[in-house]
């Protein structure tokens, strides 16, 4: 196992330690020794109400790890798109060919016509659906994405405006697979300029 496939890993763990404190908060309070009766401070009328602890969400954990490769698949997508360039990414390392297919296309024309982003891509993902009982677990991620701050231009340094179709934001869909050793892939990204966000 390679360190970087350790990480994701030891942020799972460590957002289980998160949980798992949150519910040592939020749980049933008492006193660590249970052999003497509750002191009563108050009276009845004036005590607090009793705080009820939200319930937690049992995925927490694996919803977490599928935004992590999400998220992840992004900072190396935004490398590339800086660079017009994959190379040097480890944009293989969270996302298939498949996933990647319309960023590849992208990457060719900017470089075909001397152009990179220097600004960057708003994003608020989140699991809408989860299968963890497919013979390939999985889940989908819908995002809004924000363009407000992506800034384009050429290598000479000319600013280019977006199409004025493009919306600012837009709703795009990710399905995220399960591999083998636990490992999260992006499998397909469908965005969908049609559906503001």
């Known amino acids: 196992m390679t360190a970087r496939q350790a990480r994701p890993r030891t942020r799972a763990l460590a957002l289980c330690g998160a949980v798992g404190l949150s519910l040592a908060l939020t749980g049933c309070g008492g006193s660590s020794d249970d052999t003497k009766p509750p002191t009563v401070l108050s009276t009845p009328s004036s005590a607090a109400p009793s705080v009820s602890a939200s319930p937690v969400d049992p995925d927490a954990v694996v919803k977490a790890a599928v935004l992590e490769v999400y998220s992840a698949m992004w ?69 809004c994405v924000d363009l407000s701050k992506w800034k384009a231009e050429r290598t000479s340094g000319e600013v280019l405006p977006l199409p004025t179709a493009q919306p600012l934001r837009y709703v795009a869909t990710a399905t995220v697979e399960r591999w083998d050793n636990n490992r999260w892939m992006v499998t397909e990204y469908k965005p969908d300029g049609s559906r503001s966000c």
């Open 75 to 143: 900072v190396e997508q935004m490398k590339a798109y800086r660079v017009a360039s994959p190379d040097g990414t480890k944009l293989d390392d969270f996302a298939t060919f498949d996933a990647l297919s319309a960023f590849e296309r992208d990457l060719a024309t900017m470089k075909k016509n001397n152009t990179r982003v220097t600004g960057g891509v708003g994003h608020e993902p989140e699991v809408t659906a989860l299968d963890l009982e497919a013979k390939i677990p999985t889940a989908t991620v819908e995002d």
